[in-house]
Nanobody, 120 residues
Framework: QVQLVESGGGLVQAGGSLRLSCAAS????????MGWFRQAPGKEREFVAAISRSGGSTYYADSVKGRFTISRDNAKNTVYLQMNSLKPEDTAVYYC?????????????WGQGTQVTVSS
């Protein structure tokens, strides 16, 4: 079973960029599909992006398509979320998740989250 640790959050002005990282422990990282989710205050956790085990397939929420890019480096046991053209509505705690097939909000493996705040 993997353990996940996110980093890279912070405060950025609207239009700026951040890159989030999620480091996984264990030797089975490449066996897991990975995803990023976010939760703003008072809102449900929502899907942001996902990537297949090999990295060959990626999926995005409509709200971030064209601005965010998910990628993974299986040699480094790390998944990334490059966030460009950030908007105040992107402000949330961002979580990475892992699952054997498809990551969803009901997946069992989660990191502790990293705060992203976008000022207007």
């Amino acid at each position: 079973q993997v353990q996940l640790v996110e980093s890279g959050g912070g405060l950025v002005q609207a239009g700026g960029s951040l890159r989030l990282s999620c480091a996984a422990s264990g030797r089975t990282f490449s066996s897991y599909a990975m995803g990023w989710f976010r939760q703003a205050p008072g809102k449900e956790r929502e899907f942001v992006a996902a990537i297949s085990r090999s990295g060959g397939s990626t999926y995005y929420a409509d709200s971030v398509k064209g601005r965010f890019t998910i990628s993974r480096d299986n040699a480094k046991n790390t998944v990334y979320l490059q966030m460009n053209s950030l908007k105040p509505e992107d402000t949330a705690v961002y979580y990475c998740a892992a699952d054997r097939v498809v990551v969803t909000t009901t997946s069992k493996l989660w990191g502790q989250g990293t705060q992203v705040t976008v000022s207007s």
